[in-house]
């Protein structure tokens, strides 16, 4: 049975090159996401030919206000790959002009997915889950995922009905959040993920083996097998990467 990392900062990590060997060896699928279009290439090239770990084009919502002139950049790299992220909108600024140019590089972004079709987008939305709703509208043609969500049980219910699937992470576990997400999703919508090495686990950065954390509290929720969790998580998993 197989792990799903489907949110990873792998060129974050103190030694990346660690945190490969490891997924290579567990076989973990990860997605790499990247935090500005300058490390795509870099980070693909660093992970190679690796059969688990799919590397994808990022813009990050709080580096928007410095790296908007990335933007096109961004756009020129897309055709090269499937995955995006990481990319999103984050209010914790209050700065009206900040929360602006975040809408317009994540506008940019969304638009030219949608116009290239089959996309798979990693999402931020921080306080933001509303906006981040608009912006995809109903239709969007690709598969998204709501990665870290802490929006409201009403706004997870909007999500859901968009399609989109949420990622969960072991700083999640233990919030409030992960009870209204879990008790207002159905379970065909969940993927895990570490968001490491931004998520520590006992003083370290969490290294995507430990996305067991998550099943565990997962199997707890859904009241069945560590197994069952990581074979549903897995199962999800797949019907996103097949659904065009
Ligand atoms: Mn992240």
Redesign the pocket.
């Known amino acids: 049975m197989r792990l799903i990392d489907a949110?990873?900062?792998l060129d974050l990590y103190p030694d990346p090159g660690a945190v490969l060997a490891a997924i290579e060896q567990r076989g973990i699928y990860t997605i790499a996401?990247t935090?500005a279009p300058v490390a795509f290439p870099a980070c693909r090239l660093f992970v190679g030919g690796s059969k688990f770990i799919r590397v994808a084009l990022g813009l990050?919502p709080e580096l928007a206000h410095e790296r908007e002139r990335e933007l096109p950049r961004f756009l020129e790299l897309l055709p090269q790959t499937r995955y995006i992220?990481?990319v999103g909108l984050d209010y914790v600024t209050t700065e009206a002009t900040d929360r602006a140019v975040q809408r317009r590089v994540f506008g940019a972004v969304v638009q030219s997915c949608a116009q290239a079709g089959g996309k798979i987008l990693?999402i931020?939305s921080r306080r933001a889950v509303p906006d981040v709703l608009t912006t995809l509208s109903a239709q969007f043609p690709g598969q998204v995922i709501l990665?870290?969500f802490t929006g409201s049980a009403r706004q997870a219910e909007q999500a859901a009905t968009q399609g989109c699937y949420f990622s969960v992470n072991p700083a999640m576990v233990t919030s409030p959040a992960w009870d209204r997400l879990l008790g207002t999703v159905s379970k065909e919508r969940i993927l895990t993920?570490t968001?490491g090495p931004?998520v520590r686990i006992q003083g370290h950065p969490a290294q995507p083996v430990n996305v067991t954390s998550v099943t565990v509290a997962l199997a707890k929720q859904w009241k069945c097998s560590e197994t069952e969790a990581v074979a549903q998580v897995f199962t999800n998993f797949r019907r996103l990467l097949r659904t065009p």
């Open positions: 949110h990873c900062h996401v935090n990050h992220g990481e990693t931020h990665h870290w993920e968001d931004f």
